[in-house]
């Protein structure tokens, strides 16, 4: 058994994985290192939607944990129903440069089709997906509704090459207006890279922060008689700023209709929003963030808040998973 074992160890170490795999899940914790995009390892409360981490209805929202190229590289609440996600969440750790990837394509996740594959696939766009938006689903989509795709997590937030291709999943993207895309909530997207470019430095000189982005679906707005158009937009971040020994966080959001301006808010302030759009008590991040002001004493190590390992021990880690899947299938046969 020893010997089998030994053997199935070596050859997942070796083998190559496809560029692009993501897990689809049943909770964000199934995937251990999923939850280190969070937080303090906590995710955000919607009521109906998810709760103390536990998926309310898991038929409809599926939660993923993107994958692509060998590492994790954020997180995703995804609704089946309106075809769009509820948030992305990641970690921001600094730039790597502002342009789009070259010769990049839209990509879909494959695994929300029963039985289909784990690896993210370019989608040629000849095909409607029943459980989520496909780039047929954006043909015409300015011309007819105003709209073009809008990322949640933002390419001009990743940190290098590969994290930027991994953005242009259609799981990361909502219809959003032209000019509301292309205006306010993309210069919020930039002055909001630069702060925590330079403002979120923890205690080992390490640019640092969590961030999430969602969208508010509408109640009967929609793209291709199929994908939701979201009434709003939003966005929070929270980190710990060495120089200030402070925790700090900040949110924004955003009608989303042409020339819409996004506006800046407290955690608290969004809180209130959010809880008015969902008819219940939302909540983003742990108590470690600030809610009524900019910042607060730090009482927890910021070194310790959040889970997140660096990418090479995503890839341990990863491999150490599949090897104990292995062993426990083989212990039960």
């Given at each position: 058994m020893m010997r089998v074992l030994k053997l199935l160890s070596a050859l997942l170490l070796l083998s190559p994985l496809p560029p692009g795999f993501s897990h689809v899940m049943n909770q964000f914790s199934d995937v251990p290192h999923c939850d280190g995009f969070f937080l303090d390892g906590i995710t955000p409360d919607f009521p109906g939607i998810l709760v103390n981490g536990i998926i309310q209805h898991q038929n409809r929202y599926k939660p993923i944990c993107q994958f692509f190229n060998n590492t994790y590289r954020f997180a995703t609440l995804y609704d089946t129903t309106n075809r769009i996600p509820v948030f992305s969440a990641y970690t921001f750790t600094g730039t790597g440069g502002r342009g789009r990837p070259r010769n990049q394509r839209w990509m879909i996740e494959p695994q929300l089709n029963v039985g289909d594959s784990k690896s993210m696939k370019t989608d040629p766009g000849k095909d409607l997906y029943e459980l989520q938006a496909g780039n047929m689903d954006y043909n015409n989509s300015i011309t007819?509704?105003?709209?073009?795709?809008?990322?949640?997590?933002?390419?001009?937030?990743?940190?290098?090459?590969?994290?930027?291709?991994?953005?242009?999943?259609?799981?990361?993207?909502?219809?959003q207006a032209v000019t509301f895309n292309g205006g306010s909530w993309n210069k919020m997207e930039n002055k909001v890279r630069d702060i925590l470019q330079n403002q979120c430095i923890d205690n080992n000189d390490m640019i640092k922060a969590h961030v999430v982005t969602g969208a508010v679906p509408s109640v009967n707005n929609k793209l291709n008689k199929r994908v939701n158009i979201p009434s709003h937009m939003w966005t929070a971040y929270c980190c710990y700023n060495n120089n200030l020994k402070r925790w700090m966080s900040e949110a924004h959001w955003g009608e989303n209709k042409q020339n819409s301006s996004t506006t800046?808010?407290?955690?608290?302030?969004?809180?209130?929003?959010?809880?008015?759009?969902?008819?219940?008590?939302?909540?983003?991040?742990?108590?470690?963030?600030?809610?009524?002001?900019?910042?607060?004493?730090?009482?927890?190590?910021?070194?310790?808040?959040?889970?997140?390992?660096?990418?090479?021990?995503?890839?341990?880690?990863?491999?150490?998973?599949?090897?104990?899947?292995t062993m426990s299938t083989i212990q039960l046969v």
């Open positions: 007819i509704n105003g709209v073009n795709r809008g990322h949640l997590f933002p390419s001009s937030h990743a940190p290098d090459e590969d994290t930027k291709r991994s953005t242009f999943t259609l799981t990361n993207i909502v219809p800046n808010h407290t955690l608290a302030e969004l809180y209130s929003w959010l809880g008015k759009q969902h008819n219940g008590v939302v909540k983003v991040f742990s108590d470690l963030c600030p809610t009524g002001v900019s910042t607060i004493p730090a009482t927890t190590n910021p070194n310790t808040a959040s889970t997140l390992l660096p990418p090479k021990a995503q890839n341990l880690f990863f491999f150490h998973t599949i090897i104990m899947v």
